[in-house]
Structures are given as structure tokens and as C-alpha cells.
């Protein structure tokens, strides 16, 4: 079984043991309790258990999951540490979580990326039948392996533009106790190894699309933005609009980028705002879905509401689509490039085909939009 398969086992067995007791979802769990899930035949925590690679396991699994999203720490200010509860998506399961790898799958690395995380991967992924964990690679094997002229300061370097922060990254590498410093491969980087066929269906969404961004993207005409009822706002987005296509014709990239990200939120934001929206059974439920730093009181900040969020709160509605939902997640790293240090904590300044992409997901909200303003406004 490899790391991959083995997160999804471990959620669902997670997932299995918080509907079984419903308490868990308020109270939480920790690592001795989460391996009692997962390890039905486990009596006992023992040290015997404790050295063991299912325990590993279970610990590389819960850190797996933490990255993901689908579990988060339940008071990491004031609460005990290591007890953990699962996210909203977490409770969905694994279906939930392998619907993430064609977006993973799809991204494009540079060869020096590749070889690293090749090489990582190989080394640092333990199997056995039933389980998989991760295994710490000294730095100096993979010096010797990549054979770069920069040594280790070029795979460190290399690194970290992988492992932007430490939640969900390609791979890691930090000093362990010992002082060595190590590279750890990760969840994600692991997908984007072995799961490269789910990237298929996204590659064929994107087969045509210049033709499709084009006809959004060269005229007024194409710019069909009469669902949103915020006439301000969809002025606003109009001349952004407009803006982004000057810049795609000058290829000025992240530029383009940054205003058709700013489209796609402003699209999200008013149909979060209209009155037949705001009736919907689900939508008193928003507030639970961000969190404290988000809220003013009990109530949304939407200042503070970027498009992940936003596309999240349209999905529980009904108002978009899953894969249209999972697309605009990752135009929030563009939207936030327009800061420096997070282009530079990025790794990647966006190009071409970025916008390209971007301007895909337009379309693909702008019709999503567009049917369910037409649904609400029938009687």
C-alpha cells in the first residue's frame, strides 16, 4: 500500500469512528485515540506500539490530513495540544480528498523540481501490506544524488520553493533532533508523482482553451455579467474586466492574472449577496465555515473573505459546482501574488498559461452564474 492509498484509509477510518460517536466532533481526539481507529486489532498504547511503523503510520497519516484540511487542531491557542477534530470536507471522507489529486496532477514543475521530488519520494516512502509512512533523507544523500554544481545550497534552495509554508507542500526538509538537516517527502508531492492519470479530465477541460478565453476576454459583448445585481460592484468588475484582456494582449502576465482573479471574486461576492440567496436554508450556516480571525462577533467579515472562502460558501448553496469550486481555490494564490513576499513564498510568478487557466474558471462561473440567477428568477 503507498502513502497515497494509506491517507485515504486513515480518513476514512477517522471519518467510520466520528459518525459512529457523534461526540467527537465537539470533544475531539488524539493520537492514541485516532490509532485506536485506525488499528481495530490495537489494545493497547504500549512502547512496543509507540516504535512501531504502524504507529508512524497513523502519525505520518494525521499530519497528511492536517495539511489537507481535512483535519484541524481544536483550540491550537488555548486548548491542549494534539487533539484534533475533523474539517467539514474531512467528514465527506477519502471521496473528498481524492478529488484534489487531478489538481495536483496537473501542475507543472521545472525539471530541477522534478528530480528533487522524484528523488525524495523514492527514498523517503516506507510500505508494507496494510500501511505506508515517511522516512527522513539526510541532506547529503540528496546532494550526492542530484549531483547540482550548487550543492546544498541549490537543493535547499530548490526546497522551499516547494514547501511554500508547511501546510500542504511537495516535500519538507528542516534540521531533526540530531541536528542533520533532512527532506521528508509530503502528501502532495506524492500525489503529484503516482496519481498523474487524474489530471487527464482537467487537461481535456483545457484542450481549447485560448479559443474559449479569447471569446470572454476580446470584447464587452462577451462579457455576459448580467446576473450580478450589484450595479456598483458589476461596474467595478466590468472595467476590470476590460483591464485584464489590455494586459493579456500585452502579456503582461501576473497583471492579467491578478485582475481576472479579482473577476472571479467579484462574481462570488454578489451572488453571496443576493436576496435569493440570502434566503436559502444553508446560508444561516455560513458563519461556521470560517474562522474566528474572519468574523466580527458571529457574523462573516467580509473584508476578510477571499475567494476560496467564497467559492466554498457558493458550493454549500448550491450556486456552483464541485470542480468549479476546487478551480477557483487555486486562483487564490495568484490573487494574493499581488503582495511580493507572497509571490516570493509562492515559488512562481504566474505566466501564460496561468491566465489562461484563470480565465477558464471565468467561464466556467460566469455560466454556472448565469443558470442559477435564471433558477432563482423562475417562479
Known sequence: MDFVEWVS????????????????RVNGFGHDQAARFVWDDLVDIDPDFAASTRAAAVKDGISALLGKGFLREK?????P????????????????????????AADELDDEKKSLLEFVNTQSERTDADHSWLAYIPISEVVAAMGWDGGAELVTIVAK????????????????SNDVVSMRAAYKGLVWSTRRSAADPIHAMFKNL??????????????????????????IVEADCREAAACRAAHSWKAAALLF?????????????????????????????????????????????????AADMCHKLGLIEEMTRRMLGNARDWRDTIHPNNERNLGDRAGEDD????????????AALLQAARRSASP
Open 161 to 176: 520553493q516547494m514547501e511554500p509554508s508547511h501546510f500542504d507542500p511537495y516535500l519538507l526538509s528542516g534540521r531533526l
Open 81 to 104: 495540544y494534539d487533539i484534533y477534530l475533523l474539517s467539514d470536507k474531512g467528514r465527506r471522507g477519502a471521496k473528498e480528498l481524492e478529488a484534489s489529486w487531478g489538481i495536483i
Open 210 to 235: 485560448d479559443r474559449a478565453a479569447a471569446a470572454f476576454a476580446v470584447s464587452d459583448e462577451a462579457h455576459d455579467l448580467s446576473f450580478m445585481q450589484n450595479t456598483e460592484l458589476r461596474g
Open 261 to 309: 482573479a479579482s473577476v472571479l471574486e467579484g462574481m462570488l461576492f454578489d451572488a453571496l449577496h443576493w436576496q435569493s440567496t440570502m434566503v436559502l436554508p444553508d446560508y444561516v450556516d455560513l458563519p461556521t465555515m470560517v474562522g474566528k480571525n474572519k468574523k466580527k462577533g458571529d457574523a462573516i467579515d467580509w473584508d476578510k473573505i477571499g475567494i476560496a472562502d
Open 9 to 24: 484509509v486513515v480518513l476514512d477510518r477517522l471519518a467510520a469512528a466520528v459518525r459512529a460517536n457523534p461526540s467527537l
Open 75 to 79: 483550540d491550537p491557542v488555548m486548548g
Open 355 to 366: 491566465v489562461v487557466h484563470i480565465v477558464a474558471m471565468l467561464d466556467r462561473l460566469q
